[in-house]
């Protein structure tokens, strides 16, 4: 058998619960990022490319194939 949700039963656990309910912040929701067009797959290919160009791209840390190909599809005017 399922128990009851628990009361406040004494005037400091109301007094808790009514501050807690004035003061707590509520969720606001966040807006989902727009997604622009991907294609329907990727492939795996193997590029030379000089040393400076990927430091470069390798400097901001992970996610450096995913900046070259947007470059990549910019310089293509692709996106």
């Known amino acids: 058998m399922a128990r009851p949700p628990r009361r406040h039963t ?4 109301q007094a ?3 501050f807690k309910s004035a ?11 727009v997604r622009t067009a991907m294609p329907v ?4 290919v193997s590029v030379r490319l000089d040393r400076d ?3 470069h791209f390798q400097d901001d840390g992970p996610g450096w194939q995913d900046r070259i190909n947007a470059a990549l599809r910019k310089a293509a ?3």
């Open 10 to 13: 004494t005037a400091i656990e």
């Open 16 to 18: 808790e619960a009514l």
């Open 23 to 33: 003061t707590t912040k509520p969720a606001e929701e966040t807006p989902r990022p």
């Open 41 to 44: 797959g990727k492939e795996t």
């Open 53 to 55: 160009v990927l430091e």
């Open 77 to 79: 005017g692709l996106s």
